[in-house]
């Protein structure tokens, strides 16, 4: 009986023999994970800020981290908050690191809570308009699975290329921002600026 010989390339036998770069991917995994427990922090605080949030069971769950290795084939670690979660409502923000390609935050709205908020984000696309710089850069969710995060055309386009008239007309609403894993000295902030940007978006237009 003969069975097929499994054969590693240069490069593979290469990296089966190298147990640095597994534990170096190891640490870095565990740094994003502190990154977004220092995030998640900021998140628990901010929303106070905004007076429609205050008293809301939005905000009572605390923040949940957890983290993956198949995202698409690549490692992943993501935050949540606040997030509510039924067959019909989400209420959902979250943030998302993965590996070898950006950090991303995302807005999902359905139901009860898109009814609720969705008049004011149109209010502030249709201020803003769709090319300035406070809205440029923001990307609409096209695709079918509120739970897919990556920004292919089948999945995001940016707002200057959306034809809907509002938001409220979508069977649910993804809003997101990505930055490149090479700018993380600022993730941080990033993370933290269009958390409160989304707050502001929902509530103060």
């Known amino acids: 009986m003969s069975t097929a010989k499994v054969t590693l390339s240069p490069k593979e036998l290469e990296l089966v023999n190298n147990a640095d770069w597994i534990l170096t991917k190891n640490l870095i995994i565990e740094k994003v994970y502190q990154l977004f427990g220092v995030v998640g922090s900021h998140f628990q605080s901010d929303f106070s800020k905004y007076p429609a949030f205050h008293n809301s069971a939005i905000f009572s769950t605390l923040p ?7 995202y698409l084939q690549l490692p992943y670690v993501m935050l949540d908050y606040p997030r509510l979660f039924t067959e019909s409502d989400i209420f959902a923000i979250r943030s998302f690191f993965w590996w070898g ?6 807005l999902v709205l359905k139901g009860a809570w898109l009814a609720q908020y969705g008049h004011s984000i149109d209010n502030y696309f249709q201020l803003y308009g769709k090319y300035a710089d406070e809205t440029r850069d923001w990307f609409i969710g096209v695709g079918l699975d509120p739970w897919q995060h990556h920004f292919n055309k089948d999945n995001y386009i940016r707002m ?3 034809n809907g008239y509002s938001v409220t007309k979508l069977p649910f609403l993804k809003l997101a921002k990505k ?3 090479e700018e993380w000295e600022d993730i941080d902030l990033f993370m933290i600026r269009n958390f409160n940007k989304m707050l502001a978006m929902m509530t103060e237009y």
């Open 101 to 106: 390609n950006h950090c991303s935050i995302h």
């Open 160 to 162: 200057a290329d959306w």
């Open 179 to 181: 930055i490149p894993l």
């Open 64 to 70: 949940k981290i957890a983290k993956g290795e198949q």
